[in-house]
């Protein structure tokens, strides 16, 4: 019975109870990992850290090498425009030669009709691009003119680019432009899209070709602004010589049908044989 009873009741507590109760009394600690312990958790961020690094040089050594390639575009044309200078090649071709900024199919395909079409690609749409993009466009109609003057051609944002350029004029180019879809309202408040048109020379002649529905034209209740739509946008902009197109029902891709590139075609011919005459 004395044995039971010591087995019921112990007089002396073991060890392992002693630290139970120890460790139940003692204030909470803050547990310090080790690197070892953390190394799990650590190697994803660890690696998504080096990729960023890399990224941001790789993004750093395109963007050097893209400047270095904008300037090198840049001095030639330098060097094609001091080497022109102002002297006009006569006209050897009673077809016309059309200078497309950012070309489309349909609209080559309306150009081809009536003479021949050189295509401009070699913009760029950064921000401070600008003065880049209207001087090599410059040159490109120096290259293009090898049978005379050169009719600009712009397509959406090569409109832009062709009214840059028609703020001066030039031997290489005619002081007459076809505007296909001119996208004078876009997603910020920015008005260079506007000053373009406003400035470009007092005597030129601009047809601006544009879809009725043209997104481009019509900014209705955008921000709060009260502007004008459509073909009334345009003319609200437009200081110099301008003829109007504006095919009805459709957007800003305004030659997608026949209809549309017939009424396109006998714009440009109306163009070209007023500014003949």
């Not at 009805?248 to 030659?255: E, F, I, Q, R, T």
Request: aromatic residues 6%; glycine residues 6%; charged residues 20%.
């Amino acid at each position: 019975a004395a044995h039971g009873a010591r087995e019921a009741y112990p007089t002396r507590p073991s060890r392992q109870r002693i630290s139970w109760n120890v460790q139940s009394l003692a204030p909470p600690s803050i547990t310090t990992l080790s690197c070892a312990s953390l190394l799990p958790f650590k190697l994803p961020a660890l690696a998504a850290f080096r990729r960023a690094r890399i990224n941001r040089f790789c993004d750093q050594a395109a963007m050097s090498g893209c400047k270095k390639r904008a300037a090198d575009a840049a001095a030639a044309a330098d060097a094609t425009i001091a080497a022109f200078g102002d002297s006009k090649r006569p006209r050897t071709s009673s077809r016309p030669t059309f200078l497309f900024c950012k070309p489309n199919q349909q609209v080559v395909e309306v150009l081809s009709r009536i003479g021949r079409v050189v295509t401009f690609t070699d913009f760029k749409t950064w921000p401070n691009s600008m003065p880049n993009n209207i001087k090599k466009l410059q040159a490109a109609a120096i290259n293009a003119s090898t049978e005379g003057p050169v009719v600009l051609v712009g397509s959406s944002f090569g409109c832009r680019i062709v009214a840059g350029l028609l703020k001066q004029r030039g031997a290489a180019w005619r002081n007459c432009a076809v505007m296909v879809s001119y996208p004078l309202y876009g997603d910020n408040a920015r008005s260079d899209r506007v000053a373009a048109l406003r400035e470009v020379n007092a005597d030129a002649a601009l047809l601006f070709h544009s879809g009725s529905r043209d997104e481009y034209l019509d900014r209705r209740g955008w921000r709060g602004q009260d502007v004008p739509t459509g073909r009334a946008a345009l003319e609200a902009v437009v200081s110099c010589n301008a003829t109007y197109s504006i095919v009805d029902g459709v957007g800003h891709s305004s030659c997608g049908s026949r209809r549309a590139k017939d009424q396109l075609q006998a714009a440009i011919e109306k163009l070209l044989r007023d500014d003949d005459a």
